[in-house]
């Protein structure tokens, strides 16, 4: 009798683990504070890794629809304050069609600049990572490459610039 008590224990406790792991909602990026590898097709067609990214920079991460205007508003908004980002490197990620991020980069001088990366995530990794709602979605990584904060939604440059300077 009590041996089935005991198994009937672990089953239960079994059963009631494997439930809180399937109901955790915690976003993988809240987990594990580093930049997650991925793979982008950039403009030119050439792929963009995580490896890729140069060491002791701090790193923007964007993800972005071409279509979105707040999307827009942010690059447009970025690309005035660029000379407040020497150091920083940007990787900039859509979804959409290629060349919907190609006209996007080509607007908002994205393309040819060495502190910036655009492609299209064909893999879907960024947005499932960081369970992004709504665009633009941006996530600030000090030179160690550790998440300072994110933003759904988008926010000013001042707001990444003052974050940058003030971490650490």
């Known amino acids: 009798m009590q041996k089935r008590l005991f198994v009937w224990l672990l089953i239960t406790v079994g059963f009631v683990q494997a439930h809180a792991q399937s109901t955790d909602k915690t976003p993988p990026y809240l987990k594990d504070s580093t930049i997650i590898d991925f793979t982008i097709t950039l403009t030119d067609s050439t792929d963009f890794t995580k490896s890729m990214i140069p060491s002791g920079r701090p790193v923007v991460i964007v993800y972005f629809s071409p279509d979105c205007s707040h999307c827009q508003l942010t690059a447009h908004e970025f690309e005035e304050k660029k000379s407040a980002f020497p150091n920083v490197f940007f990787v900039w990620v859509s979804y959409l069609a290629m060349d919907k991020i190609k006209s996007f980069a080509?607007?908002?001088?994205?393309?040819?600049?060495?502190?910036?990366?655009?492609?299209?995530?064909?893999?879907?990794?960024?947005?499932?990572?960081?369970?992004?709602?709504?665009?633009?979605?941006?996530?600030?990584?000090?030179?160690?490459?550790?998440?300072?904060?994110?933003?759904?939604?988008?926010t000013e440059p001042e707001t990444v610039i003052n974050l940058l300077h003030t971490t650490p």
């Open 106 to 154: 080509d607007e908002y001088h994205m393309t040819g600049n060495e502190n910036i990366r655009i492609g299209r995530d064909a893999n879907y990794t960024i947005p499932g990572y960081y369970k992004v709602k709504y665009t633009p979605f941006i996530a600030v990584y000090n030179t160690a490459g550790k998440l300072l904060q994110t933003y759904d939604g988008g």
